[in-house]
């Protein structure tokens, strides 16, 4: 019986281990914003209630875009990629 509950928790205990989503850390930015920008993640923006000018892609691939809003609500706000220089 104890050898069965032993079993039965050590095969539970190594499924869970795949069963719990993985979180990759982003690496650190390429690049800097231009002044007035903020630097935030990219990500996927199919469903957003908000409109973009500018490109929205993450060109150099790093995860990272810079935003700055161009109306007080932030509706609209530009998207470029962080492509200036690190200090």
């Known amino acids: ?5 032993a079993f039965t928790l050590m095969l539970v205990v190594l499924l869970s ?3 719990v989503p993985t ?3 982003m690496s650190e930015p390429s690049g800097n914003c231009a002044p007035g920008f903020t630097l ?5 923006h199919d469903n957003h209630h ?3 000018v ?9 995860g990272y875009i810079c935003m700055k809003p ?7 706000h530009v998207h470029v990629d962080n ?3 690190s200090n």
């Open 1 to 5: 019986m104890f050898t069965k509950l």
């Open 17 to 19: 281990q795949f069963a």
């Open 23 to 25: 979180v990759f850390a």
């Open 40 to 44: 935030e993640m990219a990500m996927d």
């Open 50 to 52: 908000h409109s973009h």
């Open 54 to 62: 500018g490109t929205d892609a993450d060109k150099n691939g790093d």
């Open 70 to 76: 161009v109306t007080p609500s932030g509706k609209i």
């Open 83 to 85: 492509n200036l220089p």
